[in-house]
């Protein structure tokens, strides 16, 4: 037992060596699948080529973000002495490895998804295996590369700044590691965004394309062979729904960890790792999910046709989530130390715990965890029912497309406000309970906990766009309608998914915010945010503002592509004679150059946002102005999420619904029906909510927090400053005071 608490901390980067290698493992056997036909792997290389364009034009442009911000970071590291200009190399590996993790996530995907295709031919058993282990891929490699990049660098960090100078645990030396650290999910988190707004700017602009041409103009089936814009927006799929969030969840799973260690930091432990244990606990519990997220995924398999798919991967989901909970219990138990803990900043002068302040235990850190796996798994279960097929709110929709297209816009709308109310609940008493039990640090590990089985709920995600390509390719190749079926049945799954996975992301989100603001409060020095002052009150408001200002620019954006992208499509069916007639073929390439130029000209703005906003309003109007900005981002954040990712996903399944028909007053209707014409329109505007302004909430509030970690140490230095300033000014005014008597007597 010595041996392993001496060397705990380097058995960290081994889970994530361990996750990578089981992925590199899956990637094989993807690879080795059948592909199909010579038309399957055409369409297939198109879709490939399409996707890595885009990714070669993005990450251009985000080099030159990158050597900015490096060179920036290391100014400002060298400025303060809680930072370092280190922190610019940790900003690039964050960078880099968000960026490689949705690499590896979309080359799977565009592998996998015809091999689906094909396995559909055989059953829908093959199909759910090879579109699932696809996923399983990118879960597994994301994950993977934030355990072993972040506790390689905690590693490297602690060694040369804490241990090499017989540091403090708890003191500025241990701040400074951790300081440069946040470098590296500034990193994350930056090309996180851009890669999610980018992603889904391109995806949206060339369904919305597709299906108000294709389907609503020429009358043409969803994925047709015909229609133009139909292989950008496979590659759409790709670049949004698998590349973007990977580097999504890649950010969110390092900032989720992050968070918690910069707490730990403040807990006095006295344990057999040298009083770090609260620091390394979020990393081992990381480590954990990501090999108790390979167990489970294989359970998830089907043997019959008639099987459940939807139930096969729920039982994945939930064996993750209660293996994780159980080995949490006894690693609680082993790491941390016997009697209370809590916050140093709790104490005051004379070593007291202030009147108020929190005072917790090992239990309570554990049952903390326990609520952030409750929290995840309920705000899961609410999502599917607001966007699942065959319940309540999708069927309301249904109903109202009966009566046309804007009843059936009110009907999503309304469903997609509706479902705020469960999930903010549901959020706020995992806010409670967890603070309840382990005070700041249990909000912290909650959100922890929640992320631990991050590698399953990306490979429950991954999986539905996968699937939607597979389908795809079946429906350009005319393959047999038990084919299409089976990759319909696939693909109604995964819109369904798609939307729990949003509905989680952005839960946890919450939950880290908070976690970095806590942390944010500490580092910037001050005690607390009082919000009856004016100015912070100010900052509140703009900062409630900012999430519709950034959703206004990324839908504007979609809408200004999607038109470019309809003027192409009518082009094409209008001045080149016999597409209809499969007579000739449309010109793919210009409508995927049309996506990839859009995304990437609008996707500079908000991020933009993002970034600078927290940076000028610390700067002018210090670090309590800058807290109100963050609550105000964080709680309308994670509000317009919820109802955008909600409202696009139900949207999205009345859709699909029409596909095997529904009853609506005693009536069957189906495809090219008006209520599906009506639905079609719904969907349409449901796609940028659900696939680029809805997802991308998450990455905002989390990014603005981060930026404002980052810079707290400045704001805390500019803020003695002043302090000292006034200070003298008080003192000069009461020296002038009885001179100026004086001169009047």
Same mark, same amino acid.
């Given at each position: 037992m010595?041996f392993?608490n001496?060397?705990?901390i380097?058995l960290?980067?081994?889970?994530?060596?361990?996750?990578?290698?089981?992925m590199i493992?899956k990637?094989a056997?993807?690879?080795k699948q059948?592909?199909?036909d010579e038309?399957?792997?055409?369409?297939?290389?198109?879709?490939?080529d399409?996707?890595?364009?885009f990714l070669?034009a993005?990450w251009k442009?985000?080099s030159y973000f990158?050597?900015i911000?490096?060179?920036?970071?290391a &100014?400002?590291?060298?400025?303060?002495?809680t930072s370092? *200009?280190?922190i610019?190399?940790?900003?690039?590996?964050?960078?880099?490895?968000?960026?490689?993790?949705? &690499?590896?996530?979309m080359?799977?995907?565009?592998?996998?998804?015809?091999?689906?295709?094909? #396995?559909?031919?055989?059953?829908?058993?093959?199909a759910l295996k090879?579109s699932?282990?696809?996923g399983t891929?990118m879960?597994?490699g994301?994950a993977?590369?934030a355990?072993?990049?972040?506790?390689?660098?905690?590693i490297?960090f602690?060694?040369f700044?804490?241990?090499?100078?017989n540091?403090?645990?708890?003191g500025?030396?241990?701040?400074?590691a951790?300081?440069?650290?946040?470098?590296f999910s =500034?990193?994350a988190?930056?090309?996180?965004l851009?890669?999610?707004?980018g992603g889904?700017i391109?995806?949206k602009?060339a369904?919305?394309?597709a299906?108000?041409?294709?389907?609503?103009?020429?009358g043409? *089936?969803?994925?047709d062979?015909?229609?133009?814009?139909?292989?950008a927006?496979?590659?759409?799929?790709?670049v949004?729904?698998?590349?973007?969030?990977g580097a999504?969840?890649f950010?969110?799973?390092?900032?989720?960890i992050?968070?918690t260690?910069?707490l730990?930091?403040?807990?006095q432990s006295k344990?057999?790792?040298?009083?770090?244990a609260?620091?390394l606990l979020?990393?081992?519990i990381?480590?954990l999910g990501l090999?108790f997220?390979?167990i489970?995924?294989?359970?998830?398999?089907?043997k019959n046709e008639?099987?459940?798919?939807?139930s #096969?991967l729920?039982?994945?989901?939930w064996m993750?989530?209660i293996?994780?909970?159980?080995?949490?219990f006894?690693?609680?138990?082993?790491?941390?130390?016997?009697?209370?803990?809590?916050?140093i900043?709790d104490?005051?002068?004379?070593?007291n715990?202030?009147?108020?302040?929190?005072?917790f235990n090992k239990?309570?850190?554990f049952?903390?965890?326990?609520?952030?796996?409750?929290?995840g798994?309920?705000?899961?279960i609410?999502?599917?029912y @607001?966007?699942?097929m065959?319940k309540?709110?999708v069927?309301?929709?249904?109903?109202q497309s009966?009566t046309?297209?804007?009843t059936?816009?009110?009907?999503?709308?309304?469903v997609?406000?509706?479902?705020t109310? =469960? *999930?903010?609940?549901v959020?706020?008493?995992?806010?409670f309970?967890s @603070?309840?039990?382990?005070?700041l640090?249990?909000?912290a590990?909650?959100?922890?906990?929640?992320?631990?089985t991050t590698?399953?709920?990306?490979?429950?995600?991954?999986?539905?766009?996968? #699937?939607d390509?597979?389908?795809?390719? #079946?429906?350009?190749n005319?393959l047999?309608e038990e084919?299409?079926?089976?990759?319909d049945?696939?693909?109604?799954?995964g819109n369904t998914t798609?939307?729990?996975?949003?509905g989680f992301?952005?839960?946890?989100?919450a939950?880290?915010s908070?976690?970095l603001?806590?942390?944010?409060?500490?580092?910037?020095g001050?005690?607390h945010?009082?919000?009856?002052?004016a100015?912070v009150l100010a900052?509140?408001?703009?900062g409630g503002?900012?999430p519709?200002?950034?959703?206004?620019l990324?839908i504007?954006?979609?809408g200004?592509?999607a038109?470019?992208?309809?003027?192409?499509?009518?082009?094409?069916?209008?001045?080149i004679?016999?597409?209809?007639?499969?007579?000739?073929? *449309?010109e793919y390439e210009k409508?995927?150059?049309?996506?990839?130029?859009?995304?990437i000209?609008?996707?500079?703005a908000?991020g933009?946002?993002?970034?600078i906003?927290p940076i000028?309003?610390?700067?002018?109007?210090?670090?309590e102005?800058l807290?109100g900005?963050?609550?105000?981002v964080t709680v309308?954040?994670?509000?317009?999420g919820?109802?955008?990712?909600n409202?696009?996903?139900?949207w999205d399944?009345a859709k699909?619904s029409?596909?095997?028909?529904?009853?609506?007053?005693g009536q069957?209707y189906?495809k090219?029906s008006?209520?599906?014409k009506a639905s079609?329109?719904?969907?349409?505007?449901?796609d940028?909510?659900?696939d680029t302004?809805g997802p991308?909430m998450?990455i905002?509030?989390?990014?603005?927090?981060?930026?404002?970690?980052v810079?707290?140490?400045?704001?805390?230095?500019a803020a003695?400053t002043?302090?000292r300033?006034?200070?003298e000014l008080?003192?000069?005014s009461m020296?002038?005071?009885?001179i100026?008597?004086?001169n009047k007597?």
């Open positions: 010595d392993l001496n060397y705990l380097y960290i980067p081994v889970f994530g060596l361990i996750g990578i290698a089981v493992g990637s056997w993807v690879t059948d592909a199909g038309g399957m792997k055409e369409l297939s290389g198109y879709i490939a399409g996707a890595m364009a070669r993005e442009v985000l990158a050597v911000a490096v060179i920036l970071l &100014y400002s590291g060298s400025t303060v002495a370092s *200009p280190v610019a190399v940790s900003f690039l590996i964050g960078a880099f490895l968000s960026a490689f993790a949705g &690499y590896l996530g080359r799977i995907a565009t592998k996998a998804n015809v091999r689906t295709t094909q #396995a559909a031919r055989t059953s829908l058993a093959k090879v699932f282990t696809g891929v879960g597994l994301v993977g590369l355990v072993l990049g972040l506790g390689s660098l905690f490297v602690y060694t700044y804490v241990k090499q100078h540091g403090n645990v708890n500025e030396e241990m701040q400074k951790l300081e440069v650290l946040a470098g =500034l990193g988190e930056s090309i996180a851009f890669a999610r707004v889904g391109y995806t602009a369904d919305v394309g299906d108000l041409v294709g389907k609503v103009e020429a043409i *089936p969803e994925d062979v015909r229609n133009p814009a139909t292989i927006d496979n590659v759409g799929d790709n949004g729904d698998v590349a973007g969030m999504d969840l950010g969110s799973y390092v900032a989720t992050l968070a260690m910069v730990g930091r403040e807990i344990d057999a790792f040298g009083g770090i609260p620091v979020p990393m081992v990381a480590g090999l997220s390979i489970s995924a294989s359970f998830v398999r089907i008639t099987d459940s798919v939807q #096969a729920n039982l994945g989901n993750s989530i293996l994780t909970a159980i080995a949490t006894f690693v609680v138990r082993w790491m941390l130390p016997e009697g209370n803990l809590y916050l900043r104490l005051d002068v004379n070593g715990i202030k009147a108020g302040s929190l005072v239990t309570g850190v049952l903390s965890i326990v609520v952030g796996l409750i929290v798994t309920l705000m899961s609410i999502t599917e @607001y966007t699942a065959g309540r709110p069927l309301s929709i249904i109903r009966s046309g297209h804007a059936n816009i009110i009907g999503g709308l309304a997609g406000m509706e479902s109310v =469960l *999930p903010i609940i959020l706020a008493a995992g806010i309970g @603070y309840h039990f382990a005070g640090y249990g909000v590990i909650a959100a922890a906990g929640m992320m631990a590698a399953m709920q990306l490979a429950i995600d991954a999986f539905g766009p996968i #699937a390509n597979a389908g795809g390719i #079946a429906e350009m005319q047999p084919v299409r079926h089976r990759t049945n696939l693909d109604a799954v798609a939307a729990t996975g949003k992301a952005i839960a946890s989100a939950l880290t908070l976690a603001f806590a942390a944010f409060v500490g580092v910037a001050i005690d945010i009082d919000i009856y002052k100015d900052g509140l408001f703009v503002m900012i519709f200002i950034f959703s206004a990324a504007s954006a979609v200004r592509a038109m470019a992208m309809v003027e192409e499509v009518r082009r094409q069916f209008r001045d004679p016999g597409i209809m007639e499969y007579k000739a073929k *449309p409508c995927v150059a049309i996506s990839t130029q859009a995304s000209r609008e996707m500079i908000p933009a946002i993002a970034l906003t000028v309003i610390g700067f002018a109007f210090g670090p102005v807290g900005l963050l609550a105000g309308s954040g994670v509000l317009m919820m109802f955008q990712s409202a696009g996903g139900a399944n699909k029409f596909e095997k028909g529904v009853e609506i007053n069957m189906y090219k008006e209520p599906h079609v329109t719904g969907d349409t505007v449901g940028p909510f659900k302004s991308s998450n905002l509030i989390k990014l603005m927090s981060i930026v404002s970690l810079i707290a140490p400045h704001l805390n230095k003695d002043n302090k300033i006034q200070k008080k003192i000069r020296i002038t005071q009885p100026k008597a004086e007597g």
